[in-house]
C-alpha cells in the first residue's frame, strides 16, 4: 500500500488514536467526546504536535474546541452569500462564481486534515450544507462558458482523489479550448506531504500549453518539515509553480515572530506567499478571528523592509464580491498639486514629484 494512502487509512479522528500522539487535556477531550463534528488529521501531521503543549499551532488546528459551539459574529448561511449561490445564474453546485474570467470547481468534500477554522466548514465538517459534487455537470458547465479561462480546483482537497481521478480531470480541462490555465487548492503538500508520489508527478509533469499553478495552506512554520520541502520540490520539477495561502490566525499566526518566520520559511521550502487571508466571517470561527487591521500591520511590521521582497503575501479578505486587498495605509501619505508624500514601514516619509 502506498504510504499516503496508509496515513489516510490510519487518520487520526478518535481520542484514542490521539492518546497515542498528544497528553490530551480534559477540555480536548471533553470537546472530542461531545460534539458532533466532523475531525481528524493524518498521522503524519498529528506526529508534529506539542504533546505537552495544549497551545500548540498544530492542536488548535485540528482538536475540535467548544468555542466553536460559541458563534456570535459569523454569518448563517454564509456559504450561500459567499459563493453567490443564490444568485440568477444558473450553475451546478460544484462551481462557485464571482468573477467573470475564472470559477472555483469544487469535486470533493473530503480532506485529509479537517481544519477547524476552515471557512467551508458547512459542508466540509459540519455537513450541514449538501452540495452534489458532479464532476461531469461541472466540466459541461465550464465547457459551455467560454468567458471562463481559469479553473480552481478545490474542495475538500483535490488531491485525496486518486491519481487516475486527477489525470481525468485535467485531460478533460484540457481538452476545452477555452482554458489557459488549471489551478489545484489542496493542503496535501503540508498535511500529507507523502501524496506527491512519483504516479501523482507523472501524471501533472511534462509539457503542455495549459499549465497547472498550486496554492497550498500552510499557516506556522511548525508545518514545514523536510518532508514538505521534497513534495514541494518533486511538484516544482513537475513545472507547477507553487504558492500559499494562509490564513490570520488569532494565537497562531498573529504575531511578529511568528508571522516573519512563517514567511522565511516558506520561501526557504520554495513556497511563494501568494494570499494571507483574514479569517472570515463563517460560522462557528469567531474564536480564530483578529481584528481586520492586524494582518496590515503585521504586513507593515514583519514583512515590508524586514525580509525580502519574496516573503510578501498580499493581504485580502474573501467576499462575496471577491477578493478585497487590505494593504497598510503607508504608501499615499499626502498628495498635493506638485508632489505626492509617501510613507514607509518604519513611518519615514519621502516624496517624489506628481506627473
Ligand atoms: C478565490 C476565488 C477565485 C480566484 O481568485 P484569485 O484572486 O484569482 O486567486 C476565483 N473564484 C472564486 C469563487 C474564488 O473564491
Ligand atoms: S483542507 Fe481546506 S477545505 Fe479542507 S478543512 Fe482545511 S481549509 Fe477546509
Not at 34 to 62: E, H
Not at 153 to 164: A, E, K, N, R, Y
Not at 297 to 322: C, F, K, W
Request: aromatic letters at 8%.
Amino acid at each position: 500500500m502506498e504510504a499516503w494512502v496508509e496515513q489516510l487509512q490510519e487518520e487520526v479522528n478518535t481520542l484514542k488514536r490521539l492518546k497515542k500522539f498528544i497528553h490530551v487535556t480534559p477540555d480536548e477531550e471533553d470537546a472530542i467526546s461531545t460534539m458532533k463534528t466532523k475531525w481528524g488529521t493524518t498521522p503524519y501531521f498529528a506526529s508534529l504536535m506539542d504533546p505537552d503543549d495544549p497551545n500548540c499551532p498544530i492542536r488548535k488546528q485540528v482538536i475540535p474546541s467548544k468555542k466553536e459551539q460559541e458563534n456570535v459574529f459569523g454569518m448563517e448561511n454564509y456559504l450561500v452569500w459567499k459563493e453567490n449561490r443564490d444568485t440568477e445564474e444558473i450553475r451546478p453546485d460544484s462551481i462557485a462564481r464571482q468573477y467573470r474570467d475564472r470559477v472555483a470547481f469544487t469535486i470533493t468534500d473530503i480532506c485529509a486534515n479537517y481544519c477547524r477554522h476552515c471557512f467551508r466548514k458547512e459542508v466540509v465538517v459540519d455537513r450541514d450544507l449538501k452540495l452534489r459534487m458532479d464532476v461531469e455537470e461541472g466540466l459541461e458547465w465550464i465547457s459551455e462558458h467560454k468567458e471562463v479561462r481559469d479553473v480552481l480546483i478545490t474542495g475538500g482537497d483535490p488531491f485525496i482523489l486518486s491519481d487516475d481521478k486527477i489525470e481525468y480531470l485535467i485531460v478533460k480541462l484540457r481538452e476545452i479550448s477555452h482554458l489557459q490555465m488549471i489551478r489545484f487548492h489542496t493542503r496535501v503538500p503540508i498535511v500529507l506531504p507523502q501524496r506527491i508520489t512519483r504516479g501523482l508527478m507523472k501524471v501533472l509533469s511534462g509539457f503542455h500549453k495549459v499549465p497547472i499553478w498550486l496554492n497550498t495552506q500552510c499557516n506556522h512554520p511548525k508545518e514545514l518539515t523536510e518532508e514538505t520541502a521534497k513534495a514541494v520540490h518533486g511538484l516544482l520539477s513537475c513545472g507547477i509553480s507553487v504558492g500559499n495561502q494562509g490564513v490570520l490566525l488569532k494565537g497562531i499566526n498573529d504575531d511578529v515572530e511568528t508571522f516573519r518566520e512563517l514567511h522565511r520559511k516558506l520561501l526557504a521550502t520554495r513556497i511563494r506567499p501568494y494570499y494571507m487571508f483574514y479569517c472570515e466571517p463563517a460560522p462557528g470561527i469567531d474564536h480564530f478571528r483578529t481584528p481586520v487591521e492586524k494582518g496590515a500591520e503585521l504586513i507593515r511590521d514583519a514583512i515590508r523592509g524586514h525580509t525580502s521582497g519574496l516573503a510578501q503575501p498580499m493581504y485580502v479578505i474573501a467576499t462575496n464580491i471577491g477578493k478585497i486587498p487590505l494593504m497598510p495605509d503607508y504608501y499615499i501619505a499626502d498628495k498635493n498639486e506638485k508632489e505626492y508624500k509617501l510613507k514607509n514601514y518604519q513611518g519615514k516619509i519621502t516624496t517624489i514629484p506628481t506627473i
